[in-house]
């Protein structure tokens, strides 16, 4: 809960020094830092409901 609270609190500063700026390899890795950990948990909760109702 605490990484979802950090990317609301923290957009609008991200969306003004990070989204509006020329992209480079630093602005890659921070977005693939903050958005693959989402994607991964999502996956990783899917994944977890999906299997435990095949038991």
Do not use: H, P
Request: net charge positive; charged share 15%.
């Amino acid at each position: 809960m605490a990484v979802i609270y950090d990317y609301f609190i923290t957009f609008a500063q991200e969306f003004a020094f990070v989204w509006k700026r020329k992209w480079n390899l630093t602005t890659w890795l921070l977005v693939a830092n903050r958005y693959l950990l989402i994607a991964s948990v999502i996956f990783n909760v899917i994944v977890s409901l999906l299997g435990s109702n095949q038991r």
